[in-house]
Each structure stands twice: as C-alpha cells, then as structure tokens.
C-alpha cells in the first residue's frame, strides 16, 4: 500500500495534497468575501453573463455553467480567448477569472468589457486586473496569493457562485452552500491521505491509473467535472488524458474504439455520473460500457455523492484533485511545477509579445 507511506506521499514537495485538507477554511472565507463584495450595478443591469478566464481560472465558469444549467435565470458562457464575441454589450455581466491577475486573453477580455461599458467583476489575487482594472470601477474579490492556480478552485469558485446568486443569475444558495460545505468536509475525510488505501476509493483508483491514459467521461453536470479531472491529470500527474461527454460521444468518439491498437491497453475510462441524469443518459452510460469495455483496459463507474447539485460537483472534483495527486506520488514526480507552461510563456516573451494589445503596459 504504497499511498500509505509518507515517503511515497513526501514526492508532493509542495503539499498541494495537504492543501486540500484547508478547503473549508477556504470556502469559509471565499463565502463571506464575496458576501461582503460592494457592487455598484444592481441584478437588472445583467442581462446574460460571460465568464472570462483561462486554464485553472475558467474551470470554475465550466463547474458553474454546467452544474447550474438548468436553473440558469440568465444565459451564461464561458468565454476563454483574447477577443470578446460581438453580443456581449453594456448588459452583459463579465465575471473575470484570473488567479493571477496578469492571464493576458483575460487582460484583453477586461479592456474590451471597458470599452463597452458593460458590468464587470474581477476575482484575483493582483496584478493589473487588481491594480489598473480595479481603479476603473471594476469591483475586485481579492483572494490569497502564492498557488498554482489549479489549486485555488475552491477561491475562484465559491465567490463566483456567491456573487451570480446575488444578482439573481442562478437562484438564492444559502441551504445549497451550506450543504456543499458538508459535502467539502466529507470528502477530505474519505479521500484524504490520513485514510488507509484499504478504505480509500481515490489512492485505489490512482492505483488503478499510474501507468494508464485516463479518459474521463461526463453527461449533463458533470460534464465541466470531467474536463477538471483531465486538466488535473495533465498537470499534476504529468501525464497524458483525454475528456468527452455524452451524449456526443456516442455519434462519434465510440467509433474510435472499433479498432484502438496498441492505446485500448493503455485507455482507462472513467465515466463520472450524477444521480439526477437523463433516464436516456444513463441507459447511453449502460450500453457504451458494454460496447467499448472489451476494448480498453477498464470502464469505472463513478456516481457523485450530496444533498445537492453544487454538494455533488464539488465531492467528484476534490475526488478528482486527490486522484490525480495520489498517481503523481506513484509516479514519482513533484505535482507542483509545469515545466511546459514556464517554457511557453518564455517562449512567447522572447518573441517580443511584451505588451497585450488593449491593455495597459506592466
């Protein structure tokens, strides 16, 4: 029982697996920080909602979109790029996502909302989308600093959440908050790392895809759950994995699997479920293990625990972050940095992209 050892589990440098065990200091904190939040337009000022961010900023625009979706009061999207879509006007609410302030498609986004003069809320913790943003009358949810930001979900979640309730966007969340505390609590003490393997259905299935190429699959809201699980593996495990949803990819990605040569004995899928899906959903779920299971490594089944919509994306997504945690101490590689990312943003300074058109200079 390797994940049981703290030498094994001593290859996270970082602590990020640690981390996770303050989730509901954080929730507490990001709950009243955006409770508190001052905001100078009222909720009949958004007409629809655009979500801007990137990377492990925008996960929590997809968590909400999809979680949310069919009690939505208002259209919402998820906007990831440098170039507003042409309907987003002076009604259009823009969320701003940037955990470190300086995403620069996100810096883009925020001048173009200005230029607009459209509603806007900013959640980060500095750089300009702070500083020269926040001197423009963008009201800013100011978050701890200091993480990668994959790891600060629960910061750029948990106020998103608050503040579209506040302007009527998604309906009132006190009782669902409440419960999706408990659920927060729950989940640390069932996949954390003080619980023995034996009893730890998320160290079992890092065991279960250390030297696998995770798929992971969602329907209707888990949908924006998948896509974090394969994020998670990319850039904490190191490792490739692949997300679809159905039921999409049953008119397409399944025909993949007639023929998989050498990757069916490398693909384990993974389908993430929600008890409250689609009768059909879950018959497509049924009859796509049966089709593709002969042809991959393995299927696993993993249905999401809670009170509540919110209680249940939020237990499969810290199921998610331990999982991909527990494999990268199985692998033995350090979790926290991402080499690639470095290199990329160095790569793209040293072209002379030294300044975002329609942002301000550093």
């Known amino acids: 029982m390797e994940l049981d050892l703290p030498e094994v589990l001593a290859v996270d440098r970082a602590g990020l697996i640690d981390s996770i065990g303050a989730s509901l200091d954080t929730f ?18 958004v007409q629809d909602v655009l979500i801007c961010g990137m990377g492990g900023s925008a996960i929590a625009g997809d968590l909400i979109a999809t979680t949310y979706y069919e009690r939505l009061r208002r259209p919402v999207q998820v906007h990831r790029g ?16 940037s955990y470190s302030g300086e995403t620069e498609e996100t810096l883009t986004s925020a001048m173009q909302a200005l230029e607009r003069e459209a509603p806007a809320i900013a959640v980060t913790s500095g750089g300009k989308l702070d500083t020269w943003y926040g001197q423009h009358g963008v009201p800013v949810m100011r978050i701890p600093g200091g993480m990668q930001p994959r790891m600060a979900l629960m910061h750029m979640l948990i106020p998103s959440v608050v503040l579209l309730s506040r302007l009527g966007v998604i309906p009132p969340q006190d009782e669902e ?20 393997t034996a009893a730890n259905t998320a160290k079992q299935l890092a065991m279960r895809l250390a030297d ?21 593996f990319n850039e904490n495990a190191k490792q490739p994995s692949f997300w679809g949803v159905l039921p999409e990819l049953n008119h397409n990605e399944i ?11 490398l693909a384990q899928v993974i389908i993430l479920r929600d008890p409250r899906q689609h009768r059909q959903v879950e018959r ?20 999401a625990e809670g009170e509540t919509p919110l209680a249940r994306m939020l237990d499969l ?9 527990y494999t990268a101490c199985l692998r033995r590689v350090d ?4 080499e690639s990312i470095r290199l990329l943003k160095e790569g793209l300074a040293s072209t002379g992209n030294q300044r975002v058109e329609g942002t301000p200079l550093a």
Do not use: M
């Open 28 to 45: 507490d904190s990001a709950r009243a920080g955006a409770e508190a939040l001052e905001l100078p337009f009222p909720p009949d000022a």
């Open 317 to 325: 997504v810290l199921l998610g972050d331990y999982v991909s945690l």
């Open 177 to 196: 908050l409440d419960a999706a505390r408990r659920s927060i609590a729950a989940a640390i003490d069932a996949y954390g790392p003080d619980r023995p």
């Open 335 to 338: 979790p926290e940095p991402v």
């Open 82 to 97: 440098y170039y507003l879509p042409g309907w987003a006007g002076e009604n259009t609410l823009h969320l701003l996502l």
């Open 284 to 303: 497509r779920i049924q009859l796509t293990k049966e089709i593709i299971g002969p042809r991959v490594h393995g299927v696993i089944s993993l249905e």
């Open 255 to 265: 025909v993949g699997f007639e023929e998989p040569g050498a990757f069916g004995d």
């Open 212 to 232: 696998r190429v995770p798929l992971i699959y969602g329907a209707e809201a888990t949908t924006g759950i998948a896509y974090r699980w394969k994020c998670q």
